[in-house]
């Protein structure tokens, strides 16, 4: 089995945000089996007692008492264990993950982690350093997510390449869409591609994903069960400094002014 074209995964974003999400077209269904097909080569195991971080903006406060019991001050500290974790019955959609299911998204790094929250100068962050359980199987997105291939030439046009070149792009793109920095006016019909592809690999016994952080140098990992990781400590950092780049991402326009006559 091989994906029909090196857009297929263009055409099933298109096809799940914009014609039908829930019951899906023959196309679909077929792009979703080439992937669980394929993504063989991508499975990555995350060992026993390896060690992620998860970020949450802001902290909490203790109350500090003098000699004789008597509250004097307040002393800032990291947010609860609870607040750490992904909320049981009403945890926000993700990426990964649709709008009330939860999954832990963790950090290779805690700069990785605190990367991700977005913080600004002066935030507070609460850091959680998680420890997993158990020895886990997850699918690797990250591969190729820098590579954006396309298949045009002046003579033909748009062409298909081999199979092995379909493959690599459908991949690269799937990569790219699990990475992209996600802004606040986007919709929740942007995450619905790849919330079906972490489902596909989740109803098919896999543990969770894998991705490219574009916010720092790190990775993300994405756990479906939430309970394979445990919280060995937590820290309260304060964002010292924040970096933008930028680059041009279209031509721009000028104005004439009409000469007065």
């Not at 750490?84 to 832990?104: H, Q, T």
């Not at 920095?181 to 994903?209: C, M, R, W």
Request: hydrophobic content about 35%; glycine content about 4%; aromatic content about 14%.
């Amino acid at each position: 089995m091989s994906f029909k074209s090196w857009q297929s995964y263009w055409k099933f974003r298109n096809a799940v945000t914009n014609s039908s999400r829930y019951i899906f077209e023959e196309e679909t269904d077929r792009f979703l089996a080439e992937v669980l097909e394929t993504c063989k080569l991508r499975q990555r195991t995350i060992k026993k007692g390896a060690i992620f971080w998860r970020s949450q903006l802001g902290g909490d406060s203790r109350p500090v008492y003098d000699d004789d019991g008597n509250e004097i001050a307040d002393k800032p500290c990291p947010h609860p264990v609870d607040r750490m974790k992904p909320l049981k019955f009403s945890a926000s959609e993700g990426r990964a993950n649709p709008k009330g299911i939860p999954y832990l998204y963790l950090a290779t790094s805690k700069e990785t982690a605190m990367s991700e929250v977005r913080p600004w100068i002066g935030s507070e962050i609460s850091v959680a350093q998680f420890k997993i359980n158990n020895e886990l199987t997850i699918i690797d997105c990250s591969v190729n997510h820098s590579e954006n291939p396309l298949y045009f030439d002046l003579e033909r046009g748009f062409y298909e390449p081999s199979d092995e070149e379909k493959e690599k792009s459908v991949w690269a793109h799937i990569d790219k869409a699990f990475s992209e920095p996600v802004v606040q006016n986007d919709n929740s019909a942007h995450y619905v591609p790849t919330q079906i592809i972490a489902e596909l690999f989740k109803n098919n016994g896999f543990d969770g994903i894998a991705y490219k952080s574009l916010l720092s140098d790190g990775y993300n990992v994405v756990l479906f069960h939430p309970e394979v990781a445990e919280i060995l400590n937590c820290f309260l950092y304060e964002a010292k400094n924040v970096k933008f780049e930028f680059n041009e991402t279209a031509n721009p326009y000028f104005i004439r002014k009409q000469s007065e006559t």
